[in-house]
């Protein structure tokens, strides 16, 4: 399997669970039968609410949420790789969520989960902050790699983008794909979203698969813009503010060509502790 045709599909998800399950399963369908092999979902694809602090109460635990049990279906029926970007399940202790990725085998079966790390707790100023916290717990296991055989799979899941440390850990393990789901703000997209996605790319020679949130939801608008990025940080497919599906073909050689050009992942040091020169005049 050194190359896999894969796709990222955009949703516009509501609070409306069953509406949000139609959408992915008339979605997954469609690029299945497109031939696409590896099928990537946007992050909180089960349900995305405006008032994150009512997930603890909406959100059911794992064992009872539909879309995976779809996912979960369908991936079997179909014959291939789901990877549910993240839904949001209840937390075992009632009082928050796991905002969680799944990574599904053509089997039908769960084969890996992701909790997301850094929870998005920001001041961006206005309606624009956000303290994901509040309602998510972070995660509590850890990077995530998963071996494929040609392909090893970095998890990761939106806020996470912007902690490069991440994603020299899954390197440095041997991942060569980055999956970063999201549900990015508009408030950041414009400048920072394509930005980092290359970003994240160049610096591992690793091609990202990040399936966005697009549209709006009682008011509030997400950045939409799914990109699936080449290891020389290549866009090499890009949707746009609307439901869709981008799909391109990611192929180990070119791992493993763009890592020959640009060895970084063999020259990194240990630099020690900065020193601090105090300079007055």
Same mark, same amino acid.
């Given at each position: ?185 508009? @408030? ?7 930005? *980092? !996605?290359?970003? %994240?790319? &160049?610096? +591992?020679?690793?091609? /990202?698969? #990040? ?44 791992? @493993? ?7 970084? *992942? !063999?020259?990194? %040091?240990? &630099?020690? +502790?900065?020193?601090? /020169?105090? #300079?007055?005049?």
């Amino acid at each position: 399997m050194s190359k896999l045709h894969v796709a990222a599909i955009q949703l516009n998800t509501t609070g409306d669970v069953q509406a949000n399950n139609a959408q992915i399963e008339e979605m997954v369908r469609q690029v299945a039968g497109e031939g696409v092999s590896f099928v990537s979902l946007p992050e909180a694809a089960n349900i995305l609410l405006r008032d994150n602090l009512r997930y603890p109460s909406v959100c059911v635990p794992e064992a009872d949420d539909t879309t995976l049990a779809l996912c979960l279906r369908l991936a079997r029926e179909l014959g291939i790789w789901i990877h549910a970007g993240s839904l949001l399940v209840r937390h075992e202790n009632g009082q928050r969520i796991w905002n969680r990725a799944y990574l599904i085998a053509p089997s039908g079966d769960v084969v890996a989960t992701y909790d997301k790390l850094h929870t998005f707790d920001v001041k961006l100023g206005g309606a624009a902050d956000f303290q994901e916290s509040a309602a998510v717990a972070p995660g509590e296991g850890g990077a995530v790699v998963v071996d494929m055989g040609d392909f090893r799979l970095g998890l990761s899941i939106c806020y996470d983008i912007r902690f490069s440390y991440l994603f020299d850990a899954l390197a440095g393990v041997g991942a060569n794909v980055m999956m970063i789901p999201a549900s990015f703000s508009t @408030a950041t997209g414009p400048l920072h979203w394509e930005p *980092l !996605l290359k970003a %994240r790319a &160049i610096e +591992t020679g690793s091609y /990202v698969i #990040a399936a966005a949130q697009c549209g709006e939801r009682e008011g509030v608008r997400v950045y939409g813009q799914s990109r699936i990025i080449s290891p020389f940080g290549e866009v090499i497919a890009a949707a746009g503010d609307d439901p869709c599906v981008i799909m391109a073909e990611v192929d180990s050689a070119v791992v @493993a060509a763009t890592r020959h050009r640009l060895p970084t *992942l !063999l020259q990194r %040091r240990e &630099i020690g +502790t900065p020193r601090v /020169v105090m #300079a007055r005049p």
